[in-house]
């Protein structure tokens, strides 16, 4: 009997420049270069154990045990990963989301990139998160970046060996965001099928892809100045217009709920009061403050006429994926049994 045993914590990540849209799905090869802030306050745990003994794959996400499709999709993951470690042993997979799941809140993101942890981990490969992201990517595109922390831009590349994470700046200065949990259940399109029905009908989506290299660029040189109206700014015309690319899909959908549109106002409140303040949307109603870390006590202040205490996350920038001992997963085991924080 052969058992391997890996686990790993992986921060999600936000989108400052959008990833919205594929060349390859196989392969899962963007259409466009984009670029993130990973967060400390919202991260999944994952432990992985590969079973010479197993039949099939199992797959328990907050302690239930997951459907037929969701653990297919894990399957089609694992396989990817068994053939590079020529394995054929199946795997229980458990996971803890530190993060509400499907909600437009990246949780594909940490969760893709603690898995290719665990299982690094669990194989005994050699701690290289760039080639680490490649795989991660094969998951779920957006899992490319969280493999880093701090300010993170995916390269599209040219093929499956160059699209890869690039670290960009740690991000442990004054800046982090505030995520507006307006709506935690789970979304109606995935970003998946939303980006590939944009792709394939938005008379916008060639425009959106000839805009992103110049946001790429103008974002990279705002984070080296930490020129936080200049990331705001930039930030909240790319999320725009990647909204801009679904209402002009055929037939046109949205994310917005009319809570989202309130909250972009309230931001641009924030703004006029004095605070370098900006929003930033994905595919999920809630909205996502950039604001800097010294103001935020004071933008909760402000907010809290609004929103409660519950529905405000604070988050600085976020650490690299990492491997975690026994102990410290028994401890992330007991913090979820302890709350049903973020779980369904
Ligand atoms: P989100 O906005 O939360 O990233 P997505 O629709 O992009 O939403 O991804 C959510 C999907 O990611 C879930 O339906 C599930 O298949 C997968 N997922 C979420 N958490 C985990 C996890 N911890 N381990 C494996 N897969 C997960
Ligand atoms: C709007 O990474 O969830 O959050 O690659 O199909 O798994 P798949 O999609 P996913 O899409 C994320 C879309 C986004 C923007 C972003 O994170 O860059």
Known sequence: ?????????????????????????????????????????LYTDTSIVFDSELTEDTFTLDQIVQSKE??????????????????????????????????????????????????????????????????????SGSATRSLFGGFVEWDKGTDDS??????????????????????????????????????????????????????????????????????????EHNALKMHATMLSAN?????????????MERIRELRQAGYPAYFTMDAGPNVKIICQKSDMTAIMDELSHFYTNDQMITSAAGPDMRTLTEEEWAESLAKKEGSNEYSH
Not at 4 to 10: D, E, I, S
Not at 19 to 34: A, C, E, I, Q, V
Not at 176 to 189: A, D, S, Y
Request: glycine content about 6%.
């Open 162 to 235: 160059t699209s890869v994470a690039i670290p960009i700046d740690d991000g442990q200065w004054d800046i982090g965001l505030i995520v507006l949990v307006l709506n935690n259940g789970k979304k109606k399109i995935s970003s998946r099928d939303g980006m590939a029905h944009t792709v394939a009908t938005s008379p916008f989506y060639e425009n959106w892809v000839k805009t992103v290299p110049s946001d790429i660029k103008q974002m990279k040189a705002a984070i080296y100045r930490k020129d936080i109206e200049m990331i705001g700014e930039i930030a």
């Open 1 to 41: 009997m052969i058992r391997l045993t890996g686990r790993a914590r992986a921060h999600s990540n936000i989108a400052l420049v959008k990833y919205w849209g594929k060349r390859d799905s196989d392969l899962f090869l963007p259409m466009t270069n984009s670029l993130s802030l990973t967060l400390d306050a």
């Open 251 to 263: 037939p046109p959908f949205w994310y917005f709920e009319p809570a989202t549109l309130l909250a």
């Open 70 to 139: 969701q653990t297919e999709k894990l399957t089609h993951f694992l396989d990817i990963i068994r053939a590079k470690a020529q394995i054929t042993s199946k795997a229980n997979v458990t996971s803890l989301n530190f993060v509400p799941t499907a909600a437009g809140l990246a949780s594909s993101a940490s969760a893709y990139a603690a898995l290719i942890g665990a299982c690094a981990d669990a194989l005994g490969w050699e701690d290289d998160h760039k080639s680490l992201s490649k795989l991660a990517r094969r998951g």
